[in-house]
């Protein structure tokens, strides 16, 4: 399919505005623990965020890290009728702006010294409705990020760049 200036939507699908930016990390050290914010983790290949529960199972399949796109926290809050929304009350592990997070999935990119590939949406679950009250749930629904696994392993820290791996 032939597009405005000879593009295809391939490549219209592999283009990005800016990259994006790690703004906040959380670990969940156990099932149904409180998050745990942090400045900088380590992302171990084929597992997760080390320190993180969910990277101790031997099978963690397709959901090793979880993201949520900064922008959509006032539109959950309004949602909510919340005056703001705290990235720990969400149960994701990586708060990232300025860039889809939809647009990643089944794409490669880079965080810090890590690799990455989104694996797909991350649809909210019952805790929604303990952390934001009744319609916490839907209020998340379309807003709750991607999964990833985790290509590369290696440190991303807050403030590093989210880098589609074939964008220029």
């Not at 000879?6 to 050290?29: F, K, V």
């Not at 949602?79 to 149960?91: F, H, M, S, T």
Request: glycine fraction near 12%; charged fraction near 20%.
């Amino acid at each position: 399919m032939a597009l405005k200036n000879n593009q295809t939507l391939a490549e219209l699908q592999a283009t990005w505005i800016r990259n994006g930016r790690l703004e906040w990390i959380g670990l969940r050290p156990a099932h149904r623990r409180d998050i745990i914010g942090t400045e900088q983790a380590t992302l171990i290949a084929g597992k997760g965020i080390l320190s993180d529960h969910y990277a101790e199972h031997t099978d963690t399949g397709q959901r090793q890290v979880t993201l949520i796109q900064a922008e959509h926290l006032p539109v959950i809050a309004e949602l909510c009728g919340c005056d703001a929304i705290r990235p720990a009350q969400l149960r994701r592990n990586l708060l990232v702006s300025g860039i889809n997070l939809l647009t990643l999935k089944d794409m490669v990119f880079r965080l810090g010294e890590a690799l990455l590939e989104g694996t797909g949406e991350c649809h909210p679950c019952l805790w929604m409705e303990e952390n934001l009250g009744p319609g916490g749930y839907n209020a998340v629904r379309g807003h709750g990020g991607i999964t990833a696994r985790v290509i590369q392993g290696g440190k991303i820290t807050v403030g590093d760049l989210l880098i589609p791996e074939n964008n220029g």
